[in-house]
Structures are given as C-alpha cells and as structure tokens.
C-alpha cells in the first residue's frame, strides 16, 4: 500500500488518534508502569531517545512540532485514554516530536520492548496500536515534522542523496533550495556558509552539519547507535532488501535473536522500485519502498535489532567458541552463533568516459519521486530491458516529457515480463531503440547535456539529455567475504549447497553456519518474491544448524 493521501488520512483520523477503553487500558497494565508528571513537564523532546509508548490516565498533553528554525506548531492535544507514540518508539529510537503536560498527568509508561510484546500477545489491541504508529509516521512525513532541514539547490547531487536516503529510511525532512527560498538564504547567511559548502543539513536537535555521510546524518538523527560488543545474536543478517529481511521477521517471529544490517537502507534495490505489479497478492500493484516498509516495520514489532546503516566489512570465524564475528566499517564489531549472507548487488556502471563526473547530478541508478519531480517536462533516457528498467520507464513516463530507452540487446521481450513490454508499447511517449550502445557523454561542471551512442547498423547518434537512468544489472556486493572461507563463483557470487561443499544444505555455503539468500547467492532467481521464499527457508535451515550446534557444543552466553 502506498502512503495515504492527505485526504485519506484526514478520513482515517480515528484510526490514527483512537481512545483506549478502560479495558484496553487494563489489557496495557501488566506491561508497563504508571508515571506522574508536573505541569510543563517534558513527556519527550525530539531527537532524544524515545521511552516507548505513553498512555494518557489523566491530564492533557500538548504534541508540537519544531522546525530547524525553531518555529512550533501544534499537532494535536492528547487526553485520557490517548497515547503517545509513533514507529520510533517502537525501537526506542530518537523522538520527532515534542511533547508537553498542560498540567498535572498521570501515564502508563510501556519501554519499546513491552511494547513489542503487547503487539505480539494481544493481536486485536496491538493492530489497532501498531495501525496507529504507522498512520502517525505517515503524517509526519507528509509534513516533514520532526526531521532535518536540507539546505541546498535542488539538483545538487548530495542534495539527492542526502534527499533519497532520508526517504528510502522513511524518515520526515524539508528540503529548501537557497535559489528560490528567502528562508534558506537567510539561514545560510546565518550559519555563514559558501556556497561551495552546500547543503548543510540541520537536525532536530539542532546540530549543524556540513554535507554529512549517509552515516553521520543517520547517527545524528538516532536512527543507529553503538552496538553492544558483548552481546551475542543467534544470527547476524547481513543485508535488509526482500531476502534479509523477510529472513529477519521469520528468525525473530520463531524466538531467535536478530540482528539486521544494511550499508544504505533497508529494501534493497526492491526499495528503489517505483511500481511492483507481478508480487502475489497486490493486483493493483505496489511501490517497492511501501511494500519493504511494511517488512522493516514488521521486523521491529517481532524485536529484530537494526544497524542501518551499517556496512559489513568482513566476516570471520571465531576459534574455539563456535561464533562468528562481522566486523563493521566504523570498527565495530558484531558476535552471532549464524550469520545469514543477503547483502545483495550493486548496480553496474556504464563503461564510458568521463561517467563519474555526472553521477551526483545527472546519471541516476533508481527513478522514485524525487527523481521524478527533478526531470519533470524534460527528455529523459534510460538503459536497460530488464523488469527494474520496464518499471522504471512505465513510472518515468508519468512524470517526464519523453522517456528514450536504449536497450542493447535485439528486442525487450528476452528479458522483460510480458506485461511491462504490453504496457512500455502502448506509452507514446516511450522511445524503444534497440540494439543501442553508448559510446560517450558530454557537459560541463558535472552536468549531462548529451548521450552519444551506436546504432545496431553502426551509425552514430546523438539527443540532448540532462538526465541518463542506468538499469543494467548489478554485480554481487561480496567483497567483505574476502577470506572468510565462504566461496564465490566465478563472477563473485556466493556458492551454496552441492556447489559449496559436500554435505550443504540448499542455502548453506562452505562455511558451516553461514547461508546465503536472495541476488547474492549464485543460481537464485531475481525476483522479489523468490528472495523472500529463501529468506523465510533460511529460517528452517537455521534452526536446524542452532540446534546441532548447541546439541555438540553449546556457544557461552
């Protein structure tokens, strides 16, 4: 399901801020603890670490939103049987809104942990508290409240990253661009910034950033934290697209502890998809952020722990302990007894001159909205025949003037689905050349003004194109791997079963313990549906593997 529409939402405003009965309430009770608050007191400030969900007993509490430029605004005003909380209470991460007694208040006080137990022990109550959290965070994004302010020309290309990793997260943000908004020229003059310095991001707690990491803004906004060093997982996934992470709701839904890690975002390259049509159950189709949302979402109310993002760096075996440690990129270090491999592909780049000085601008490797409203009323063109090409052009077709698709091999229907090659036929602003090469790229100051390549004839064309969509395939992301006694065949993706070794189960590689799932492993099918097949498999396996291993040897606590 795609996010609700303004109106909608409005229409599902008793779902968003139900009231509890007094037997809900009761329900409640034996999760959580009754706390008293003063008149004014803080219930929670943004960008502290949420204390999970509050019930209102008695009292009112005022919920407001602050802007990067301080502004307030209401959003609503909670009484008795009211709660306050939205997704990030959930995993006990940092708070987007602040919230205030308007005198004396009496809660019930539910930690995210307790909280998760309520979802998953009263079925009823905990669909209507888990429907609610995520209308909220929904509404929130809708009106940016609570996120970080992006500071910066739109077509800047760390304005977009910045832009796509806060939307691909699903967190709220404002993005303002100093060239057409007062505000941000003003608040740039404040911060005294060049502009060659651009974007600066200001967080909601105030800290100023000067075009942070992926990483920096995600730990600045309390999206990840330190791991402890301590603790041992049952397993580690490595990797949260379709495979990691329905390998992660099935492990923490059957009592395993999971921990799920992801060098970007959680979704994968399925994330980046502007439309599924052909995953079962969903006729009319869904995004691809929506439907891995539901999952991440679905992960947090089972207790799975994320690190996202967080890169895996390379994987060992720890001796004698039946343990295996991934090391993180920051250093970090992580223990599980398996470790499950879904860290997925990378897209392949374009084997032309001079590509890397477009990318941040001009050469896109997803088509969301983002990218949509960037090219809106210009010639586009897109490379690529595979389904993530088919439906990158169906999406880019709403939203651009004309799509130019450049396919290398001889027609489409070799490696689309059929219903995509019916559907890109009927666009009459989609052109089709096929037996298509690039051969160059020109512009200036890191912006594309024109693709040049050949034709199956050997005749050389040229189109003036501002913005150049790649869609042509992926290579396996499995460099960590590098010693880790896992084997890769020989375009570097991970063997498993008979291939790895005698006396592997289906997913399992060399390394005894050790699976692989979804696009990383060698022969799996590159469909969203067939990565959650394995992910939910993996599971089994892993069961089977635990209790082996502790029935020979049992890891110490």
């Not at 609700?4 to 329900?27: A, Y």
């Not at 439906?391 to 799509?403: G, N, T």
């Amino acid at each position: 399901m795609d996010p609700p529409t303004p109106t909608r939402l409005e229409d599902r405003r008793h779902q968003m801020f139900p009231i509890l009965g007094p037997g809900d309430i009761d329900r409640l009770g034996r999760f959580g603890e009754i706390r008293a608050y003063a008149a004014g007191e803080a219930l929670q400030r943004v960008g502290e670490t949420g204390h999970g969900l509050t019930v209102i007993l008695s009292g009112e509490v005022l919920v407001t939103q602050r802007s990067a430029t301080g502004k307030v605004t209401p959003i609503v005003t909670y009484g008795p049987g009211s709660f306050l909380g939205e997704l990030a209470h959930l995993s006990g991460r940092a708070a987007l809104v602040d919230a205030d007694a308007q005198g004396p208040v009496e809660a019930l006080v539910l930690p995210p942990e307790r909280l998760r137990a309520v979802l998953v022990a009263e079925a009823e109550l905990g669909a209507r508290l888990m429907r609610a959290l995520i209308l909220r965070r929904v509404r929130l994004i809708e009106g940016a409240a609570g996120g970080p302010m992006i500071l910066g020309p739109a077509d800047n290309g760390d304005v977009l990253r910045l832009q796509n990793f806060l939307r691909r997260s699903s967190q709220p943000y404002q993005s303002l661009d100093p060239i057409h908004d007062p505000e941000a020229r003003a608040l740039i003059e404040r911060f005294d910034v060049a502009p060659g310095q651009l974007p600066i991001v200001v967080c909601p707690g105030g800290q100023f950033m000067r075009n942070p990491s992926d990483d920096a803004l995600a730990r600045c906004l309390g999206l990840v934290g330190q791991l402890d060093p301590s603790r041992i997982y049952d397993v580690a996934v490595v990797g949260a697209g379709p495979s990691g992470l329905a390998a992660a709701v099935y492990a923490a839904s059957e009592g395993l502890s999971v921990l799920a890690l992801d060098c970007r975002a959680f979704g994968g390259q399925a994330g980046a998809s502007a439309r599924i049509e052909n995953y079962l159950g969903f006729p009319t189709g869904i995004s691809g952020i929506a439907l891995m949302a539901r999952a991440f979402n679905q992960a947090q109310k089972f207790g799975v722990e994320m690190a996202i993002p967080d890169e895996a760096a390379n994987l060992t075996a720890v001796d004698d302990t039946g343990l295996f440690e991934v090391g993180l990129s920051d250093g970090e270090r992580v223990r599980s007894r398996a470790v499950v491999i879904a860290s997925g592909a990378r897209y392949r780049s374009l084997e032309v001159d001079d590509l890397a000085a477009y990318e941040s601008t001009s050469v896109h490797y997803w088509a969301s909205p983002l990218e949509g409203r960037l090219c809106g009323g210009q010639e586009v063109a897109l490379i690529g025949a595979g389904n993530s090409a088919g439906q990158a052009v169906v999406y880019l077709a709403s939203q651009v003037a004309k799509v130019l698709m450049l396919v290398r091999g001889p027609s489409l229907e070799a490696s689309m689905s059929r219903y995509l090659v019916d559907r890109i036929a009927g666009l009459p602003n989609v052109e089709v050349r096929t037996g298509a090469q690039v051969t160059g790229l020109d512009g200036r100051d890191g912006a594309l003004e024109a693709i040049h390549w050949r034709e199956r004839d050997g005749e050389q064309s040229s189109r003036r194109i501002r913005h150049l969509f790649l869609f042509i395939g992926a290579i396996p992301n499995t460099e960590w791997l590098s010693g880790s006694g896992v084997t890769l065949d020989a375009r570097g993706f991970v063997l498993t079963g008979e291939e790895a070794g005698l006396d592997r189960g289906t997913l399992e590689t060399a390394r005894r313990g050790v699976f692989a799932i979804g696009d990383v492993r060698a022969g799996s099918t590159k469909r969203v549906a067939a990565a959650v097949g394995e992910g939910a498999q993996a599971v089994a396996a892993l069961h089977t593997f635990l209790a082996n291993a502790a029935a020979v040897d049992p890891a110490p606590a």
